[in-house]
């Protein structure tokens, strides 16, 4: 597949760098020469220094064969002038990041086929891990009917009690299926002889009435969590600040800029807004910080959030949030206290990939820890996975199916499940299996 990516910012490089890896066509079109250079120096692809909606420049980035063309840089303006301009020389599918909302209308009558706004989405998400107090990460999937929970395995958690196919066999009620578990760096694929151990990151897929069970399984107790504590005061953190107010959650905002904090005190007068430094044990001491708060930092330096994070923590947080922009940072959040971690680059990834990955693809979700995707795909007339059970298409190891939605039904299959033409399908597979994998339930 030709992707063209406009913008070789934090979401931009993380896009050029996942899709060039895949073995992708991609090229890259950023009007900062040293950015520009610097990522070709990182990734095996073409970067090309230019202005995004020239024409001159997209005929040069081969804008007409494109099959995705993806403007992602820091303007909306030129991302939509970029889409434009690709679209009238040929481009296949157009995908615009707009974060303006008035900005947003009509933009389909100006070449773009696609926005998005990884900003909002991680914001919806984050509402709903906090919702959950406990989980480290709540995917929704089939219109909300299936969803995939995470959390850190806790010691003497009941699925910690044996391999799994034993568990399921003991447990009466068991509405779930364990996808993966990410211990020490590596993704283990979930089978029936997996034995899960306390410290894993877990992802276990379910239906919406057993997320609880779900996740008491893995020793997660869900938390109720009474205020908000946002540290730092960019747009990111501003749309979870009105989201967590219209949740009726109460909310303090801290952060350094004083004419950012004048700001968001005039457009939020429900929220309690400080200025000061986030990291400050001296500024969060004095806000009586317990076990009923959760502390989110979302400001645009990993290590502001971090440590504003862990000093929350230490003063008692009953959860801690960081958002982060290096991706290496991810493997270390584990052992230094970090409830959950959150990503506008993965945000924007998922948004995208499912215009990537071949078939009818609905919807693709992105991990902290793990390069794996989880994948909802409508199963094709005419596919090879039709009128098969789960153990007669003998999945590659690296591959798991965690939920299947069926005419408004949902449920968690077992071996004996026969696939069916016009199924949704969800499925956990690692990077090198997902084509394969992908080809089962197309045509």
Known sequence: MRIIIIGAGAVGSYLAERLSAEGQDVVVVDDNETRATELQDRIDALVLVGNGASIHTLEEAGAAKADLFIAVSNSDGANVLACHAAKDLGARTTIARIEDPEIREGTDTLGVDVVIDPSATAAEELVEIVGFGGASEMIQFADGKLVMVGGRVAPNAPIT????SLLRLR???WGWVVAALVREGLTIVAHGDTE?????????????????AALRMIGVERRQLERALILGSTRFAELVVTAMLEKGLPVVLIDEDAARCAKLATRHPKALVIKGDPTDPEVLGDLDIGKRDVALGLSGWDEVNLMGCLVAKALGAGMVISRFNRIPYVSLLSGVGIDAAVSIRLMAASAILRFVRQGQVEQVATFTDTDAEAIEIEVANGAEAVGKSLLELRLP?????GGISRNGTTFVPDGSTVIRAGDHIIFFAIPI?????????TR
């Open 161 to 164: 009690k044996g391999p799994l």
């Open 433 to 441: 299996e997902i084509g394969e994998s992908s080809a089962l339930f």
């Open 171 to 173: 447990t009466a009620d």
């Open 196 to 212: 899960v151990q306390a410290g894993d990151h877990a992802l276990v897929m379910t239906t919406d009435d057993k997320v609880d």
């Open 397 to 401: 190891v690296g591959v798991i199916i």
